[in-house]
């Protein structure tokens, strides 16, 4: 599956349970690494990102924000991800309501 491909499947799966997912950076179409940024209701937030574990499948893991820290902080840490990996596809994500919702596509 193409990560464009999967991208529009988790922001469909987001909308029909009312969960706001808003694409904030489109990567490469087929092989882009995905970074999602989940906004808590206090105005902090977390970043997590897709990676490879032993078995060749994928995890979700926290990059940064366990506990949450500032927004801010995030965006920072989004640059600079972005500064290395251009191709890179981020998505924000409402946790007030939902989770990341490409967890569940695993």
Not at 62 to 91: H, N, Q, T, Y
Request: charged share 25%; proline share 6%.
């Amino acid at each position: 599956m193409t990560t464009a491909l999967m991208v529009q499947a988790a922001m469909a799966m987001a909308n029909r349970s009312l969960v706001s997912c808003v694409l904030i950076r489109r990567g490469d179409h087929d092989n882009g690494a995905v970074l999602v940024r989940l906004d808590h209701p206090d105005g902090s937030a977390s970043l997590e990102s897709r990676v490879l574990n032993f078995d060749g499948g994928y995890d979700w893991t926290v990059v940064m924000g366990d506990p949450p820290c500032p927004a801010a902080d995030i965006d920072a840490r989004i640059e600079k991800e972005l500064s290395f990996d251009p191709d890179c596809w981020v998505l924000a994500i409402d946790s007030a309501v939902g989770d990341n919702p490409l967890k569940a596509m695993e």
